[in-house]
């Protein structure tokens, strides 16, 4: 975090901020306002042990890969072995240039970062594999085909997928036919299991690392997925707090304009009242960002009376609410907030009347009415309210003529 910070000492407990680490992600909540850390590519950041692990992975993981070419020793040796001619070279830098394949395979496509290869150039890429199978043989003869160990296990980490398992099907028939028609040769059948165990435990592997990435990535998307609920619910409560505040000083503010020349000294009166409402609505930002506000529903309903009056609307306010269950009194007291910004702001009432039983909750004006406007943020924060406490919210034309918002439990499961 940027700027200049008091000792934790200093501060109040509750506005000390809180650190963690999730998804590869860094996460502060300092005075209840989250920052994201940026994640860097490995998802390593802010785990300096973690960082140094992946690195020495990347390398150590394909080295253990590569040192499966010492296998490709024996065709070399037998290759080594043979009458001299071209033919031995031939297969030499055959079995070389097979060796070196595999290399370039196991280093650019195995391990958590290795990505597919398209189609064509990966069979392309086999075949020429194959081919160089092919011409080791020309001097190692059968021992040329444990080339086909390395082709299956390169189709393994280029295609990634089932079409891998073709390519090893088609390498173990090879291995059992070609010594068996090819004169001279002897048959090694203990190459086809060679095939299906290489074959079968770089795929397992390469499934678990592809796995392993994919709920790396659900991580990370359901950290940045949190981080951005809290963003939105602090955005809430900021207009749910802020908008109803500023519209009453607004509107006091008016009032002690046009009072200011006809009145004095209710217009300094008025003026007060703004003073101590802005104070009020500080006081709430300060309670919101270290969690220790407080809405009460009578505390609302004294609010409300008093905007609706210096507003000079008619108002019809219950003063009691004894009935109204503990459970629903923080959400109708949200409800009567919302209800009386939408009157000042919106609705050019004249009249309003505020109803409360033990289970519903309903502000009607006779102003101008529901438009064709979508809900705006206030009426889509308490919905979601609402539906935490197993309430409903409903907005449309009152008895009144204008706006009616309804908040009730009734027909819904609580």
Same mark, same amino acid.
């Given at each position: 975090?940027?700027?200049?910070?008091?000792?934790?000492?200093?501060?109040?407990?509750?506005?000390?901020?809180?650190?963690?680490?999730?998804?590869?992600?860094?996460?502060?909540?300092?005075?209840?306002?989250?920052?994201? !850390?940026?994640?860097?590519?490995?998802?390593?950041?802010?785990?300096?042990?973690?960082?140094?692990?992946?690195?020495?992975?990347?390398?150590?993981?394909?080295?253990?890969?590569?040192?499966?070419?010492?296998?490709?020793?024996?065709?070399?040796?037998?290759?080594?072995?043979?009458?001299?001619?071209?033919?031995?070279?031939?297969?030499?830098?055959?079995?070389?240039?097979?060796?070196?394949?595999?290399?370039?395979?196991?280093?650019?496509?195995?391990?958590?970062?290795?990505?597919?290869?398209? %189609?064509?150039?990966?069979?392309?890429?086999?075949?020429?594999?194959?081919?160089?199978?092919?011409?080791?043989?020309?001097?190692?003869?059968?021992?040329?085909?444990?080339?086909?160990?390395?082709?299956?296990?390169?189709?393994?980490?280029?295609?990634?997928?089932?079409?891998?398992?073709?390519?090893?099907?088609?390498?173990?028939?090879?291995?059992?036919?070609?010594?068996?028609?090819?004169?001279?040769?002897?048959?090694?059948?203990?190459?086809?299991?060679?095939?299906?165990?290489?074959?079968?435990?770089?795929?397992?592997?390469?499934?678990?690392?592809?796995?392993?990435?994919?709920?790396?990535?659900?991580?990370?998307?359901?950290?940045?997925?949190?981080?951005?609920?809290?963003?939105?619910?602090?955005?809430?409560?900021?207009?749910?707090?802020?908008?109803?505040?500023?519209?009453?000083?607004?509107?006091?503010?008016?009032?002690?304009?046009?009072?200011?020349?006809?009145?004095?000294?209710?217009?300094?009166?008025?003026?007060?009242?703004?003073?101590?409402?802005?104070?009020?609505?500080?006081?709430?930002?300060?309670?919101?960002?270290?969690?220790?506000?407080?809405?009460?529903?009578?505390?609302?309903?004294?609010?409300?009376?008093?905007?609706?009056?210096?507003?000079?609307?008619?108002?019809?306010?219950?003063?009691?609410?004894?009935?109204?269950?503990?459970?629903?009194?923080?959400?109708?007291?949200?409800?009567?907030?919302?209800?009386?910004?939408?009157?000042?702001?919106?609705?050019?009432?004249?009249?309003?009347?505020?109803?409360?039983?033990?289970?519903?909750? %309903?502000?009607?004006?006779?102003?101008?009415?529901?438009?064709?406007?979508?809900?705006?943020?206030?009426?889509?924060?308490? !919905?979601?309210?609402?539906?935490?406490?197993?309430?409903?919210?409903?907005?449309?034309?009152?008895?009144?003529?204008?706006?009616?918002?309804?908040?009730?439990?009734?027909?819904?499961?609580?």
């Amino acid at each position: 975090m940027s700027g200049t910070t008091r000792p934790d000492d200093e501060r109040p407990a509750r506005a000390r901020g809180r650190w963690a680490a999730v998804g590869g992600q860094t996460w502060a909540l300092r005075e209840g306002l989250w920052s994201v !850390a940026v994640p860097d590519p490995t998802g390593e950041r802010g785990n300096p042990l973690g960082t140094r692990t992946h690195r020495v992975m990347r390398v150590v993981g394909p080295t253990m890969g590569v040192v499966w070419a010492v296998f490709l020793l024996q065709p070399w040796q037998s290759a080594w072995d043979s009458n001299p001619g071209p033919a031995r070279v031939v297969s030499l830098v055959a079995i070389a240039l097979l060796s070196l394949s595999f290399v370039w395979v196991v280093f650019t496509h195995a391990g958590p970062r290795g990505e597919q290869m398209a %189609t064509g150039p990966a069979f392309a890429f086999l075949g020429g594999q194959l081919v160089l199978v092919a011409l080791a043989c020309l001097a190692a003869e059968q021992d040329g085909l444990v080339g086909l160990v390395f082709v299956s296990v390169s189709g393994v980490f280029l295609l990634r997928d089932l079409r891998a398992l073709a390519v090893a099907l088609t390498m173990v028939v090879l291995a059992m036919l070609v010594p068996r028609v090819v004169p001279g040769w002897e048959t090694i059948d203990d190459l086809v299991l060679s095939i299906v165990l290489a074959t079968v435990a770089v795929f397992g592997f390469t499934q678990l690392v592809l796995r392993n990435r994919q709920l790396q990535l659900a991580r990370d998307e359901v950290a940045v997925l949190a981080v951005e609920r809290e963003r939105e619910r602090i955005a809430r409560d900021m207009h749910d707090i802020l908008g109803h505040s500023l519209t009453v000083i607004s509107v006091k503010a008016e009032l002690a304009a046009r009072m200011f020349d006809v009145d004095g000294e209710r217009a300094r009166a008025e003026m007060l009242e703004v003073q101590q409402l802005a104070r009020s609505a500080l006081a709430d930002v300060r309670g919101m960002v270290t969690a220790t506000r407080a809405v009460t529903l009578a505390g609302e309903l004294v609010g409300a009376r008093q905007a609706f009056d210096a507003a000079g609307i008619e108002a019809e306010v219950p003063g009691a609410v004894d009935d109204v269950p503990d459970d629903l009194r923080v959400l109708f007291a949200w409800a009567v907030r919302e209800g009386a910004t939408n009157v000042l702001r919106h609705s050019g009432a004249t009249r309003v009347r505020v109803e409360i039983t033990a289970d519903t909750l %309903t502000v009607d004006d006779d102003g101008a009415g529901p438009g064709d406007e979508r809900p705006g943020n206030g009426l889509h924060g308490l !919905a979601e309210r609402a539906r935490r406490s197993g309430a409903r919210v409903e907005a449309a034309r009152g008895p009144l003529g204008g706006y009616r918002l309804l908040v009730t439990t009734r027909g819904n499961a609580r």
